[in-house]
């Protein structure tokens, strides 16, 4: 039977959360926590990819106890179980050592019921690096595919997918063995509006929690903080550009105001000049 | 095969929270729906939470709840143009257990409390509206829900979707509000420093202040505007019967910008920052309003029953309240596997023999009879103000001569015996 898992995070919702202006860091209580809108369409995928192939689809997550509302979430989608890992020792982890304790939590789901396919978000909308995903395929050695906004066909069998990876200009299509692990695009797929059952099943679910310790082979040296290189130097915001000049009237108009404010400032205008290899002075 | 529970609750606020966590305490099979994202998302109040009906559900409660602060404060601001007469009690017994109310957020009360009931066993379901009840031989047998595969059966179902409830209009209990029926409450949460809200309301620690605002506060419609301490915050509303808003073309956002701009209360909010701003409907009919609240298979609580004593700004305790005597009523109708409205109307009859009744019956004229004659707010409190200014302002002019001004001030024999009348007829409806 096809076993789909993808990746998952609770993230603080950014598009409301507020800076703590004295640290720059985020101020987590001033946002709810939600799941990952990006993870949320790689759970989608892998709930429509079950319902072409037929198997099932976990979740799993590496996050403290609350986390269980974004995996509930995920069951609301259609997923059939859960899985959080959830210790002291992951705290302070970044995406070298989520990475690694994702890892071994696939590796021990894998060993309850072969996995076929991983799939994770884009990236997540709090730390925006897009790197866990493909950390995880490096580990455990298999092709990772990032920015996939398709899934042509699976073939189970025969091992192999083909999906489409977004490029700049259009898009390529690619085979690949299975197992492999798709990091999905937003725009893959649509998420419904769950149906009722969906939503009583989720609201009582308890998801499978298991503890560094039950995780087995674990080299505590990389996770958590301790396995964690990168370090957050220094936060702050984007400065914000001060004064400038809001071109108006029709485009002709705004075409003469800007020819002429460049003709004006001849050094930006040589510049401009000199990197396109000597044009008009 | 649509899943089928002992009883649906359809809304978590506190009534339907309530009877919720009961029935679920109960060991019933209770689902818990709620529109919003989470509870309290969408729930709006003043901001009181008394402590008596909250804690006969869950004793102990304001040691863990997330609650504000307990108030030890309330004072009446009678106001006029450019003045204030206030009256006020402040008790430190009421800044101790057992405590008498408390201001809370209701975003983080009702989501707290939601989780207990669903701590109990119940099982709750967000974002999902309830659009009808499902009615089989004229008996209610469940709920149809916007959600696909959206139906969903029960033998009781519990209607405590608020104020404007969709459910009991469904079923043609609530005829649509007349404007003097229903009130328009909008608010404000501002942010300010906890040192300044101390400092500024002359409280210690965690203690809180109420002030309920009347007269020129709401222009002299029949309402009031209020201004609580939160922990880091204030809530400042208005809230005016809708009839009031419509005859004297008032927005209800320009009076409470009116009320915000106020030379008696602008120093209250001076360095705030606003951090939400919160409208919503308050069912002030009364006892005369009251719908239909029992059927086959179903019973209305809290908001959507009408439950509102304006006069005492009290609430979303006889919201707890009517959940709780449904959740009883239903728990015996269960013993007693009959769910028939015959059965379920001792909900009626202890409701209306509780405090929420004798409430309602208590005031049930004097909402109407305080939007009948307006000149209690347009004309009596600028009389007090002005009698209280004369009274006070030392110029020389000995006691007793102020005292005959005053009386002189309030009109000839026959005004007099008008006002005298009024105050009769206004003790008679709130004795």
């Known amino acids: 039977m096809l076993h789909i898992v993808a990746c998952i995070k609770q993230v603080p919702d950014t598009k409301i959360i507020k800076m703590n202006p004295k640290t720059n860091t985020m101020d987590r209580s001033s946002a709810p926590a939600i799941l990952n809108p990006y993870d949320a369409h790689a759970v989608e995928e892998a709930v429509r990819l079950k319902a072409r192939y037929g198997g099932k689809v976990s979740v799993v997550t590496m996050g403290p106890p609350p986390a269980v509302k974004a995996i509930r979430k995920c069951i609301e989608i259609g997923a059939d179980e859960g899985y959080l890992i959830t210790d002291r020792a992951f705290a302070g982890a970044d995406t070298l050592a989520t990475s690694y304790s994702l890892t071994k939590a696939l590796e021990k789901i894998g060993t309850l019921h072969p996995i076929d396919l991983i799939i994770c978000g884009k990236m997540t909308i709090d730390g925006d690096t897009g790197q866990v995903g493909p950390g995880i395929a490096r580990r455990l050695d298999i092709p990772p595919l990032t920015s996939v906004n398709k899934v042509v066909e699976l073939e189970q069998e025969a091992g192999i997918a083909i999906v489409h990876r977004k490029l700049e200009d259009g898009y390529e299509v690619i085979q690949t063995s299975l197992p492999c692990l798709l990091s999905v695009e937003k725009e893959i797929n649509e998420i419904p509006y769950s149906t009722l059952p969906n939503m009583l099943r989720a609201a009582r679910y308890q998801p499978v929690v298991w503890s560094v310790d039950d995780l087995g082979d674990v080299d505590r040296t990389l996770l958590g903080l301790k396995g964690s290189p990168t370090i957050v130097a220094k936060v702050w915001p984007p400065e914000k550009p001060k004064g400038g000049e809001m071109l108006q009237g029709t485009s002709e108009e705004q075409v003469q105001r800007l020819f002429s404010i460049l003709m004006e400032r001849k050094t930006l205008f040589r510049d401009v000049g000199m990197r396109k290899g000597g044009g008009p002075q | ?431």
């Open chain 2, 1 to 431: 095969m649509a899943e089928k529970f002992d009883v649906i609750v359809v809304g978590a606020g506190p009534a339907g929270t309530a009877c919720a966590y009961t029935l679920a305490k109960n060991n019933v099979s209770v689902l818990l729906l709620e529109r919003g994202e989470y509870p309290g998302s969408k729930n709006v109040m003043g901001g009181v939470l008394y402590r008596k009906m909250m804690e006969d559900i869950i004793p102990g409660f304001y040691k863990e709840a997330p609650i504000e602060r307990p108030i030890v404060e309330q004072r009446f601001m009678m106001l006029d143009k450019e003045s204030a007469a206030t009256f006020s009690y402040k008790g430190m017994e009421w800044g101790k257990e057992p405590y008498n109310n408390f201001t809370v957020l209701r975003a983080k009360f009702d989501q707290w409390f939601a989780d207990k009931a669903v701590e109990q066993g119940a099982v709750l379901v967000n974002e999902t509206v309830a659009l009808a009840c499902i009615v089989e031989n004229g008996r209610v047998v469940g709920v149809r829900t916007d959600r696909p595969e959206g139906d969903i059966y029960a033998n009781v179902v519990v209607l405590a979707d608020g104020v404007n409830s969709l459910l009991a209009k469904s079923l043609g209990f609530h005829k649509e509000f007349k404007p003097d029926e229903v009130a328009l409450a909008v608010m404000e949460v501002l942010k300010l420093d906890k040192r300044i809200i101390e400092d500024r309301f002359n409280l210690e620690g965690d203690q809180g202040c109420t002030i309920e605002i009347f007269g020129d506060s709401t222009k002299g419609i029949l309402g009031t505007a209020w201004l609580y301490t939160n922990k880091d915050s204030l809530n400042i509303g208005v809230g005016t019967m809708l009839s009031g808003l419509i005859k004297h073309k008032l927005k209800p956002y320009e009076l409470l910008e009116y009320v915000k701009t106020h030379p008696m209360i602008r120093p209250y909010l001076q360095g705030t920052d606003q951090q939400e701003y919160l409208a919503h409907l308050i069912p002030e009919g009364g006892y005369r309003s009251m719908p239909r609240i029992v059927g086959d298979g179903v019973l209305v609580v809290g908001d959507a029953a009408q439950l509102v004593n304006a006069i005492h700004r009290e609430g979303s305790n006889m919201a707890m309240t009517s959940g709780v005597v449904a959740a009883e009523t239903i728990i015996e109708a269960i013993a007693a596997g009959d769910f028939t409205e015959k059965t379920l109307d001792v909900y009626k009859r202890r409701l209306l023999d509780s405090f929420v009744g004798e409430d309602l019956k208590k005031y049930k004229d004097a909402t109407h009879h305080f939007e009948k004659y307006p000149h209690y707010f347009e004309q009596y409190i600028p009389m007090l103000n002005r009698a209280a200014s004369q009274m006070f302002t030392v110029d020389g002019t000995s006691k007793r001569e102020k005292q005959r001004k005053i009386w002189q001030g309030i009109g000839t024999a026959g005004e007099k015996m008008k006002i005298a009348r009024d105050l009769f007829q206004a003790w008679r409806v709130m004795k």
